[in-house]
């Protein structure tokens, strides 16, 4: 995939620049890209997977999609408990089909409880979210649809002990969080989670929040996966700021200082 990158963008500096072509090529080309980074984060999450989990581990995927990671939660620590979160009634069918042993909400998680209208993207439903974002889709079909929402600290049991969270969710990261404070402060558990200029901005929410919420009120600490699994130092408020700012990355970690 780097490599057919790398030529999409020669042609587009060699042949397609100031040509009626151009914007389509440049939208082509950010959407392959995102596609590629998506898959190294994917692998990333695995990498923590196995590096953290023990077999039985208890672990919670908010934004669980056709699950994916939640496939690979259950390989890992076959004995542990899993919690699985997906508002979009058809994929939520299909999990429950698919993981019958594991405890399927058909939820959008948030920091409170009721009824909202949820943004779902007909023609990629990994897009979907409460609120609309930046597409990498050429023509996004959007169907405005109504979705429960509920707050992860109503639904997990204080006597539970959470050792992973994955969360994405198209910039609602932070108001899942903010829902499941108690859960993480009593748990410290890491979390693999999505936060993005194009995503979270979209909810108001700033970097500065992310980081102060995570630091300050859970005590964890923030970085990258790749940084974490080598072994590296965690972020500083305005290193992971930078990161979020600048689109370096948006897929962070928060662990425990030990």
């Given at each position: 995939?780097?490599v ?13 620049r ?9 939208r082509v ?5 995102f596609t590629?980074?998506?898959a190294?984060?994917?692998?990333q999450?695995?990498q923590v997977l ?6 039985d581990?208890?672990?919670i ?20 408990r899993h ?13 429950r ?7 399927i909400?058909?939820?959008?998680l948030?920091?409170r409880?009721?009824?909202?209208e949820?943004?779902?993207v007909?023609?990629?439903?990994g ?5 609309r ?9 959007i169907q ?6 509920n707050r992860?600290?109503?639904i997990?049991p204080?006597d ?5 969270i994955?969360?994405?969710?198209e ?10 404070v108690e ?17 979270t901005?979209?909810y ?7 980081f ?9 600490r923030?970085?990258?996966?790749k ?5 590296e130092s ?12 600048q689109?370096?990355?948006?897929y ?7």
């Amino acid at each position: 995939m780097a490599v057919f990158l790398t030529l999409v963008m020669q042609l587009l500096k060699s042949v397609i620049r100031d040509t009626p072509l151009e914007p389509v090529a440049r939208r082509v080309y950010r959407s392959l890209a995102f596609t590629d980074q998506n898959a190294i984060y994917d692998r990333q999450t695995i990498q923590v997977l196995k590096h953290h989990l023990k077999d039985d581990s208890v672990c919670i995927d908010i934004g669980t999609h056709r699950g994916e990671i939640l496939l690979e939660m259950m390989t890992i620590a076959p004995r542990g408990r899993h919690f699985a979160f997906e508002p979009i009634a058809h994929l939520a069918a299909s999990l429950r089909r698919r993981f019958p042993q594991t405890h399927i909400y058909e939820l959008a998680l948030s920091h409170r409880c009721g009824e909202i209208e949820f943004q779902y993207v007909v023609n990629d439903p990994g897009y979907s979210g409460i609120q609309r974002r930046i597409y990498h889709l050429p023509e996004p079909q959007i169907q405005t649809i109504v979705v429960q929402t509920n707050r992860l600290d109503n639904i997990i049991p204080p006597d539970v002990p959470v050792s992973f969270i994955k969360i994405d969710i198209e910039g609602a990261e932070y108001l899942a969080m903010c829902g499941g404070v108690e859960t993480i402060k009593r748990n410290r558990p890491i979390i693999v989670f999505e936060a993005g200029k194009e995503s979270t901005s979209c909810y108001g929410i700033n970097p500065e929040q992310i980081f102060d919420f995570l630091e300050n009120e859970c005590q964890l600490r923030v970085s990258t996966m790749k940084r974490w699994l080598q072994g590296e130092s965690s972020f500083s408020r305005k290193q992971f700021c930078e990161h979020f700012n600048q689109a370096l990355d948006y897929y962070f970690i928060a662990y425990p200082s030990s």
